[in-house]
């Protein structure tokens, strides 16, 4: 099972995730949804966003390629009709006149039958950081209920899927890597610096945190406890997982450096082990896979006497559970989003440090006490155990102690809000945390808050078309105040 792709997104800002051929567990932060005003253009824009994390496509015309623009043929999935767009953007926004470029790309989706059609548009921004918007296969869910009224536009942010990505291998021939924008967080940064280029924005589980140079340490501390929650409501189910984590933790801290190698050529280690928890705790149906993948660990015994040993199955799942090697930029930039004139210093690690004695998975297994699983945090080791990611580990480093991160966030600008903002605020979210994402709701002018315990992180993709409704419900009136 590869890495969740459900980040915060936003486009008028819709925070969702498209339902793609082979159900992956969702993870990282929610996509969002942006409805943009004005009439079907697309055009290219310096945009005012900080160009690190800036997306660089904005809305003007579609009909008329240009060399920076181009179009293609209109071609159909069951139930909708999909167009490409390639856009020549410059790298560094800030110094547009230095020649190097990037490619950044959009497919345009619209109702089968209505290509023509005046449609506003829905800007769709794939959560992450680091993960490509969603492939459609068909009319279905959210994006089937939008496509009713908008044109909706799926952007690859830079560096994801064929906006010149930045894969394991490409990153090799570059020195530093490149930033990146994301989901709810990134609809936040817009209605901070570009508001005007809004007509109102949708966000589920992608309210980012407000107040600090790094939030990171806040952040995480947070999480940690929501993950301990969901560690006792796992084992409360799947008790007798208990023991079969017990026996993995044993297995792997008696083998030869304390792990066994991956198919990817990687390690797994008894920390490496407790990050199955970043797609498996947090997400519907996350208990249930990670369930029947532990099912499966073990190779069974077909000769009497001879050791027992992990399954390739088990290991092939546990490298496309976490999915580094296809997106490593979620590794890599994950703590830098948190980042404002301050450094991250390995935010996770430290306070992982402060639960250790919860979260040591060997004292946990000598002890007889349930081994904890990881949430949502990218540590040092990753950079060591990960076959994709070592080659990136003086990057990473560099990263953790970058202190010259530009504003994200202007609360001034988003005390006088003028943009109409709905938002789904779950209430055991365990990526983003509530009290958190309820406080800075409390700093953006006129927010429609939807309180729900009925879905988790990975609500858009769970809730279908409910989610994304009862949003735009809160946005045209059909919801009411009170």
């Known amino acids: 099972m590869a890495a969740a792709r459900l980040r915060s997104a936003a486009a008028v800002a819709i925070a969702t995730a498209i339902p793609t051929a082979a159900a992956r567990p969702p993870l990282l932060r929610l996509p969002a949804l942006l409805p943009v005003p004005g009439a079907a253009r697309l055009r290219l824009s310096s945009c005012r966003i900080p160009p690190p994390r800036g997306a660089a496509a904005a809305m003007s015309s579609l009909s008329s390629a240009t060399a920076e623009h181009e179009a293609g043929a209109w071609y159909a999935v069951p139930g909708l009709s999909l167009r490409e767009h390639r856009f020549a953007v410059p790298l560094d926004h800030s110094s547009p006149d230095e020649g190097a470029a990037i490619t950044v790309f959009a497919r345009e989706v619209v109702a089968a039958g209505k290509e023509e059609a005046s449609l506003p548009y829905l800007l769709y921004l794939q959560g992450g950081p680091g993960f490509e918007s969603p492939r459609p296969m068909e ?271 202007d609360v001034s600008k988003l005390n006088n809000n003028k943009v109409p903002v709905a938002a789904a605020i779950y209430y055991e979210d365990m990526y983003v945390n509530f009290n958190i994402a309820k406080e800075t709701a409390s700093q953006i002018a006129g927010i429609r808050l939807w309180v729900t315990n009925e879905y988790m992180h990975s609500g858009i993709r769970d809730g279908g078309s409910h989610v994304f409704e009862h949003l735009m419900g809160l946005l045209n009136g059909k919801k009411p105040l009170f």
């Open 139 to 409: 009319a279905g869910g959210w994006l089937k209920k939008a496509c009713e009224d908008h044109r909706v536009v799926l952007l690859d942010q830079r560096g994801t899927g064929l906006s010149t990505p930045l894969t394991a291998s490409s990153l090799s021939q570059i020195t530093s890597p490149a930033k990146q924008s994301y989901g709810g967080f990134c609809a936040v940064t817009y209605l901070s610096f570009a508001p005007e280029g809004l007509k109102s924005v949708l966000l589920t589980g992608g309210l980012p945190p407000l107040g600090e140079p790094c939030t990171a340490q806040t952040v995480y501390r947070a999480c940690f406890k929501m993950v301990q929650q969901q560690n006792e409501k796992y084992y409360k189910r799947y008790p007798q997982d208990i023991q079969v984590i017990h026996e993995i933790v044993r297995y792997l801290s008696e083998s030869e450096g304390g792990g066994v190698l991956l198919p990817s050529g990687g390690r797994l280690t008894p920390k490496m082990l407790q990050c199955l928890g970043l797609a498996g705790l947090g997400s519907g149906g996350g208990f249930e896979r990670l369930h029947y993948l532990l099912e499966r660990v073990w190779d069974p015994v077909l000769v009497p006497g001879a050791k027992r040993s992990i399954s390739y199955y088990f290991l092939k799942e546990f490298d496309m559970w976490l999915g580094f090697d296809q997106n490593p930029l979620y590794a890599l930039l994950h703590e830098s989003i948190y980042c404002e004139g301050s450094s991250s210093r390995w935010s996770a690690e430290k306070i992982r440090s402060e639960y250790e004695s919860l979260f040591d998975p060997i004292k946990a297994t000598e002890e007889g006490r349930p081994v904890y699983f990881t949430g949502e945090m990218v540590f040092p080791c990753m950079f060591d155990e990960i076959h994709a990611l070592r080659d990136l580990k003086e990057a990473a480093h560099l990263l953790a102690e970058k202190e010259d991160w530009p504003p994200l966030y």
